[in-house]
């Protein structure tokens, strides 16, 4: 039986085709009309009907560069399935590299959202609506805030058997068990039986050459997981993903000069220092340690803190040595230094 059309924004995508499709947002205040560009992929052969979303904070864009190369792959042009690819959601943020919308709303807590809202819940109905409603799956690209890094992480709703499925296969190095937040892009999908998974790593404004390389393996492994692309036939093994069993934040004691000794990535046992806040005189040091055993897997880049200020987010395992030596062996094969594999990619430096 021949495939069916894939009808997106009033265009018609005809199986083994593919089409950019321009959806109408609010204008400028200048009057200048506005488009959210989308890729749609609708392969000859049936199969799951997948996004790939970049840059929902309009300054994460990791994101964006991820989605470019995966569509630059050449098993894409004969994927099962439909791929939708959307690498800028927030356009309006991406334009003024910034993480919200003009209204100052975060769009990730914006969900479901109202066709006659705030510019945000116009956007987050819009592509609720017109993307993730006519999806099965969905892999949501971000980073960490601006002056915050992130190590490599997935981000997902472990109960739900197909939400793991997709987690363990982007063979991430840390899959994080995060519940879903009310107005969040993951918990408007579950309302619609959508399994929708985040990759989190790097920083905001900032290309990340190992973040981008493991987001874009991963996002294709995922692919083939769920049937849209043929399965590897490599026997290169995969990175063993580790389950975090809890994160918390360390939080800076006073206010002063951060000098941190620990850097992302790190394994930390309990009271082990991770930097000291110090005033401008070095009149009065105070040390900040770690309050566990485990990874530090996001962390403040900037030394300026304020008091009760986010510094360190710390993750649990249950087996922290072996964790250690795995993400020795993650970042490694990440580093285009090391790596000797033909690419039609030039690193980012």
């Known amino acids: 039986m021949k495939r069916e059309s894939f009808t997106l924004g009033g265009v018609t995508v005809k199986p083994g085709q593919k089409a950019f499709i ?37 300054d994460e864009i990791n994101g964006v560069e991820i989605i470019r190369r995966v569509l630059q792959i050449r098993s894409i042009r004969n994927l099962k399935g439909t791929l939708i690819a959307v690498p800028v959601v927030n356009v309006f943020g991406f334009i003024a590299k910034t993480r919200y919308l003009p209204d100052r709303r975060d769009l990730n807590r914006s969900f479901p959202g109202s066709e006659k809202g705030s510019l945000a819940g116009r956007t987050a109905h819009l592509f609720l609506n017109e993307i993730v409603k006519r999806c099965t799956h969905g892999i949501d ?3 960490a805030a601006v002056h915050r890094d992130n190590f490599p992480q997935v981000r997902a709703v472990l109960g739900d058997p197909e939400t793991k499925r997709m987690a363990e296969a982007f063979a991430a190095p840390i899959i994080v068990n995060t519940g879903l937040l009310v107005g969040s892009l993951r918990h408007a999908g579950a309302e619609l039986g959508v399994p929708i998974i985040v990759y989190e790593a790097g920083e905001a404004l900032r290309f990340d050459e190992v973040s ?66 110090s005033d401008p005189f070095g009149e009065s040091d105070e040390v900040v340690t770690a309050p566990n055993d485990g990874l530090i897997i996001g962390r403040t880049n900037i030394p300026l803190v304020n008091e009760g200020e986010a510094l360190f987010h710390i993750a649990r395992f249950k087996d922290t040595d072996s964790m250690a ?17 033909p690419s039609d990619e030039t690193p980012i430096v």
């Open 212 to 277: 981008i390389r493991a987001g874009v393996r991963g996002v294709i492994s995922t692919l083939r997981e769920l049937g849209l692309l043929v399965k590897s036939r490599s026997k290169t093994p995969k990175i063993a993903s580790h389950y975090a069993r809890s994160s918390l934040w360390v939080r800076a004691p006073k206010s002063g000069i951060l000098r941190s000794e620990k850097k992302l990535g790190d394994p930390v046992t309990k009271d082990e220092i991770l930097a000291t806040v």
């Open 22 to 58: 321009d959806l109408r947002i609010p204008d400028l205040y200048t009057n200048n009309p506005m488009y959210c560009r989308v890729q749609v992929i609708h392969g000859r052969q049936p199969g799951p009907t997948v996004f790939i979303s970049g840059a929902i904070h309009g």
């Open 325 to 341: 030596e795995s993400i020795e062996g993650f970042q490694y094969e990440m580093d285009p230094a090391t790596d000797d594999t």
């Open 141 to 143: 690209l971000h980073t």
